[in-house]
């Protein structure tokens, strides 16, 4: 099952668990208590973090923030590459890249990329402080 459509921007967390683009909120909130279970009691809150979710290649977790009500973004972090938990700068940037069926431009400097898509864009980033790998995708 693809993580992502790249059409519309549709993620797929699970196989009943998928967020779209202006998803109203108390959609994406059924969303998350479908991951999370009966221990997702949020409040209607513009920021929704989501638990870790396995894809392929690793495990993420989703961030999901709205506006007025509607998902307007997501950001991706990189849990684990494969079996690895702590992997590298490297490995994070290139398991998100392999989320978006992209190529790392940049591989050698690890510099922040934007990805324009017909839904809106996704900037892929690595912070050289704590070499974590961030996947921020925005709609339109």
């Known amino acids: 099952m693809p993580f992502m459509d790249e059409s519309n921007g549709a993620l ?31 409040e209607d809150k513009g920021i929704i973090p989501f638990p870790a ?17 509607l998902l307007m973004a997501v950001s991706l972090s990189a849990v684990s590459v494969g079996a690895k938990p702590q992997a ?28 324009a898509c017909s839904f809106g864009s996704v900037m892929i980033s690595t912070d050289p402080r704590t070499g974590r790998a961030l996947a921020h995708i925005s709609y339109i």
Do not use: N, W, Y
């Not at 490995?91 to 510099?111: I, N, V, Y």
């Open 53 to 69: 979710c396995a894809v392929e290649g690793g495990q993420i977790a989703p961030i999901a923030f709205l506006e007025e009500g």
């Open 12 to 42: 797929t967390l699970s196989k009943k668990c998928v967020l779209t683009a202006r998803m109203p909120m108390g959609r994406v909130l059924a969303a998350l208590r479908v991951l999370a279970g009966s221990a997702a009691e949020m």
């Open 88 to 115: 590298t700068a490297e490995a994070q940037r290139a398991f998100l890249f392999s989320l978006f069926h992209c190529k790392d431009p940049c591989p050698d400097t690890q510099r922040t990329c934007h990805l």
